[in-house]
């Protein structure tokens, strides 16, 4: 899977998803526009052929204003990687405060509609192109202590969906993966006891998002692709 100068928009980018996700495309020979907050930790990738930009996802506005920056800079955006999001457990729906909720649709959906809002369209414009999402192996049913988490990454799911099939003619393929537990520093610090061999590495779902993205996924549409190590 080749990228050479292919525009990818990742957002997210900074995270342990996003630096892993970077890398993948950044070695297939992609162009990245790298969205986070903060984005200092990026420092490997030249500004010269590459475009960082502090965004919050929450600021439709701005993050209109990093689309048009890449527009302008690259002509085109062809890939656009929503890896942005957020967990969160422990507590019961009925006692889950209300900016508890709010919290992760802002994480989960919001930044990925705020996103929506300002690339495909341009896509469209410029020929097609590929989106892929990132949702939960664990959202495909409701789960004790993760109502929150399990609802919000549903809706990841169904709006992909939706989009694959409203996009499908403009020749843009919208599918996502659904990871298990990502192995990460985080997690192993907050699950000591855990088998992480059924964990699934970032750079293993990175292989992932980049086949879907590839043209060699040119026939898959609305996928919900489950990313494990072992059952």
């Not at 341009?122 to 495909?140: D, F, L, T, Y």
């Not at 980049?210 to 549409?221: C, E, G, K, Q, V």
Request: aromatic share 4%; proline share 4%.
């Amino acid at each position: 899977m080749t990228f050479t100068d292919t525009p990818v928009l990742i957002t997210g980018a900074a995270g342990n998803l996003g630096r892993a996700v970077a890398s993948a495309f950044a070695s297939a020979g992609a162009h990245l526009i790298l969205l986070d907050r903060d984005v200092s930790a990026l420092v490997e990738y030249d500004e010269a052929d590459h475009l960082l930009r502090p965004v919050d996802l929450l600021d439709e506005a701005a993050v209109r204003e990093a689309v048009d920056g890449a527009l302008q800079r690259f002509g085109a955006i062809r890939v656009v990687c929503n890896l942005a999001g957020g967990f969160a457990m422990g507590t019961p729906v009925h006692a889950l405060a209300a900016q508890d909720w709010e919290r992760l649709l802002d994480l989960n959906v919001r930044t990925l509609l705020n996103v929506a809002r300002a690339a495909v369209a341009p896509m469209i414009g410029n020929g097609g192109g590929r989106i892929v999402n990132v949702g939960a192996q664990s959202a495909s049913r409701g789960l004790g202590l993760m109502g929150s988490y399990c609802a919000t990454k549903d809706m990841v799911a169904r709006i992909t969906e939706s989009m694959s099939a409203e996009l499908r003619d403009a020749n843009i393929n919208v599918n996502a993966v659904l990871p298990s537990i990502i192995d990460t520093p985080e997690n192993r610090a907050a699950m000591p006891d855990a088998d992480f061999g059924r964990w699934v590495t970032p750079q293993a779902l990175a292989d992932v998002i980049l086949f879907l993205a590839s043209d060699a996924a040119r026939a898959i549409h609305g996928a919900l692709v489950p990313v494990t190590n072992r059952a």
